[in-house]
């Protein structure tokens, strides 16, 4: 396999492997390596089945299974879609997902490692590409923080809750996302999570903090927490630290969402058709397995 570094503020192209087939310990291994390094993998021209984006997919750990049951594939609840296409006048995925900025999975226990989505249709208008996603990078949020700062929130965590970001989303003009029912807010309740974690890969520190799904910092005033986590969100916004990916049919993009944010870009109409299939990766291989309590992620490294 070639890895060819962007010159972005990250990402990184992967070219002459093939995804289809099994890949050796080894290839996985330069993969994780290069996932925590660069943020985000572009694998162009891959073809692939469903069950073979699973394949590939589970082999950076366990793969999250929405508690709600929408929008999954045939046979493959461990795989979504996210469309804006209909079949018999039914929605046949999800036309909103990470339509904002956010860490997939920081309101859970067991956060997300990686991110892995294969793109088999993407809307063009005057030939150029829609529908991308952007990524803000959190290894260089955190350095450039000032120092102040860094040093008020180094033992601080910070709430995540799922229901923010759905409920922001569902307030949108136009949504047509359901309310939660209190079986799905049951399955996903708030989580505690550093304010700064230790990268598992670099070893390198990032700002956990994403306008999605923060709630409270800990040990402040609802006022004082508003005010700082305003401040992170803002600070991390920048341009400095954005990449933006340009989607092409048939490549596989997987991120690292331990060092990023994402944001899908919602510039297509409904006629402009986008169909791409998700794998969310849980951090149980660096972590250790499903079902692991929360504490060990401050015991092997991840705490500040
Ligand atoms: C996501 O947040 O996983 C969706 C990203 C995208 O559709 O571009």
Known sequence: MIIEPNSNAMGARILELD???????????????????HGVLEFPEQHLSTSQLKSFSERFGELYISPGGRAQADGHPEVMILSNMTKDGQ??????????WHTDMSYAKMIAFANVLYGTTIPHRDG??????????????????????????????????????????RARPGSTRPALSERERQARPPAVHPAFLTHPITGKKVLYANPGYAMQISDMSEQESKTTLDFLFAHQLQDKFLYTYAWKKNSLLMWDNIGTTHNAV??????????????????????????????????SGISA
């Open 19 to 37: 995804l289809s087939i099994s890949l050796k310990d080894s290839e996985i291994d330069r993969l994780m390596h290069a996932l925590g390094t």
């Open 266 to 299: 919602a510039d297509y109409d409904s006629h402009e058709h986008r169909y791409i299939e998700r794998c969310q990766v849980m951090a149980t291989r660096l972590y250790g397995e499903k079902g692991t309590a929360h504490p060990i992620m401050f015991t």
């Open 91 to 100: 929605a046949v995925g999800l036309k909103d997902a990470g339509q904002s």
């Open 128 to 169: 150029q590409p829609l529908g991308a996603t952007q990524f803000r990078n959190m290894h260089a949020a955190y350095e450039d923080l000032p120092p102040d700062l860094k040093k008020t929130l180094a033992k601080r965590t910070i709430t995540h809750d799922f229901n923010k970001f759905w409920d922001m989303m």
